[in-house]
């Protein structure tokens, strides 16, 4: 099992930044597919999907609502992701987790996850 440590969440004023990241480590040692979720706090919606990059780093997809402002990327040893968060809002305020699976891309349902970072977007 892969172990995912989410770091970097906080507070932030409307339009202000924050980076995200997630170091993995365990697993068997092969390539990672990685993304990131959310929950808000109505937690009578479900976690929604943020972002996901392939294993590969070439291929990255965002949720519509994002509308180009967060970023996600991943170091060249392949074991971290980020998530710039850039022109906040306080509807991004959110416990956001970090997901990975052995895949080319991340699938619907992730098989490791991480304890989650809180993010809150002030007004």
């Known amino acids: 099992q892969v172990q995912l440590v989410e770091s970097g969440g906080g507070l932030a004023q409307a339009g202000g930044s924050l980076r995200l990241s997630c170091a993995a480590s365990?697993?068997?040692?092969?390539?990672?597919?990685m993304g990131w979720y959310r929950q808000v706090p109505e937690k009578w919606r479900p976690r929604e999907f943020v972002?996901?990059?392939?294993?590969?780093?070439?291929?990255?997809n965002y949720a519509d609502f994002l509308k180009g402002r967060f970023t996600i990327s991943r170091d060249s040893a392949g074991n971290t992701v980020n998530l710039q968060m850039d022109d906040l809002k306080p509807e991004d305020t959110a416990v956001y987790y970090c997901?990975?699976?052995?895949?080319?891309?991340?699938?619907?349902?992730?098989?490791?996850w991480g304890l989650g970072t809180q993010v809150t977007g002030s007004s």
């Open positions: 997901a990975a699976d052995y895949s080319v891309i991340l699938p619907d349902s992730p098989s490791d």
């Open positions: 365990g697993g068997t040692g092969g390539s990672l597919a």
């Open positions: 972002a996901r990059i392939s294993e590969s780093g070439a291929t990255t």
